[in-house]
């Protein structure tokens, strides 16, 4: 009773939360602040996540919380990078930041654009710039790709659990995926179908994250059932 008087109050605080960005626009300008928009997207991913881990407890449930396992600690650590991936996601749709520097891998010519430091104070152009905020979403992105990488080939070197091995397998697809969406819709000046499938796409790889941190969590690296 407790986790679920958690996510009805998640879920309130969700509606709450999409009352104070719309109140910050769609009234005479069809905008509305990427700061607001941010913050209710990512209560949304927050509370996905928060029903899937409870679900994830029903289908699971003879469970013995690990003590220690290295990949629990990567997962936790990427659960966390993705988070800020989606918050800069958010930024970047908020500003309509993919529609400028619509090339990849460089920023036009660059790999570091000149607009990225244009701002002043210089930590703005990366909250607030077109340019900086879209810089730090396509190298966050990279260190997602990278971190996961990392936990599949770190995962494959030991004996996993049937779940295990389903997991990290999905994490790897998954974020290849986002990866190529993301791309592709940079490219492709972000049209509407695109610019859904890649946020889809990050419901999924989040997902796939929630599920690979519960059974890393709940078992041993070295477990041969489940």
Same mark, same amino acid.
């Given at each position: 009773?407790?986790?679920?008087?958690?996510?009805?109050?998640?879920?309130?605080?969700?509606?709450?939360?999409?009352?104070?960005?719309?109140?910050?626009?769609?009234?005479?300008?069809?905008?509305?602040?990427?700061?607001?928009?941010?913050? /209710?997207?990512?209560?949304?991913?927050?509370?996905?996540?928060?029903?899937?881990?409870?679900?994830?407890?029903?289908?699971?449930?003879?469970?013995?919380?690990?003590?220690?396992?290295?990949?629990? @600690?990567?997962?936790?650590?990427?659960?966390?990078?993705?988070?800020?991936?989606?918050?800069?996601?958010?930024?970047?749709?908020?500003?309509?930041?993919?529609?400028?520097?619509?090339?990849?891998?460089?920023?036009?010519?660059?790999?570091?654009? @000149?607009?990225?430091?244009?701002?002043?104070?210089?930590?703005?152009?990366?909250? @607030?710039?077109?340019?900086?905020?879209?810089?730090? /979403?396509?190298?966050?992105?990279?260190?997602?790709?990278?971190?996961?990488?990392?936990?599949?080939?770190?995962?494959?070197?030991?004996?996993?659990?049937?779940?295990?091995?389903?997991?990290?397998?999905?994490?790897?697809?998954?974020?290849?995926?986002?990866?190529?969406?993301?791309?592709?819709?940079?490219?492709?000046?972000?049209?509407?179908?695109?610019?859904?499938?890649?946020?889809?796409?990050?419901?999924?790889?989040?997902?796939?994250?929630?599920?690979?941190?519960?059974?890393?969590?709940?078992?041993?690296?070295?477990?041969?059932?489940?």
């Amino acid at each position: 009773m407790p986790k679920l008087i958690i996510l009805l109050i998640m879920g309130g605080f969700q509606g709450l939360l999409g009352w104070y960005m719309v109140k910050s626009g769609l009234v005479k300008n069809p905008d509305v602040s990427h700061y607001r928009l941010a913050m /209710h997207l990512i209560t949304a991913f927050l509370t996905f996540a928060y029903t899937f881990w409870l679900a994830l407890g029903l289908m699971y449930p003879k469970q013995v919380k690990v003590a220690v396992n290295p990949l629990k @600690e990567w997962f936790r650590m990427l659960f966390l990078a993705v988070l800020i991936q989606i918050i800069w996601g958010a930024f970047v749709a908020g500003l309509n930041a993919g529609r400028v520097y619509n090339t990849w891998p460089k920023m036009g010519d660059q790999w570091i654009a @000149e607009g990225v430091t244009a701002m002043q104070p210089w930590y703005v152009n990366f909250i @607030e710039g077109l340019a900086g905020v879209q810089f730090v /979403h396509r190298y966050l992105a990279y260190g997602v790709v990278a971190l996961i990488v990392f936990i599949f080939i770190k995962a494959k070197k030991q004996m996993l659990s049937s779940s295990q091995k389903w997991g990290v397998n999905a994490l790897l697809i998954a974020v290849g995926v986002q990866f190529l969406l993301g791309v592709f819709t940079l490219l492709y000046t972000v049209p509407v179908n695109l610019g859904l499938l890649h946020q889809l796409g990050a419901f999924v790889l989040l997902g796939s994250v929630v599920f690979g941190l519960h059974r890393f969590r709940f078992l041993n690296a070295t477990a041969s059932s489940i």
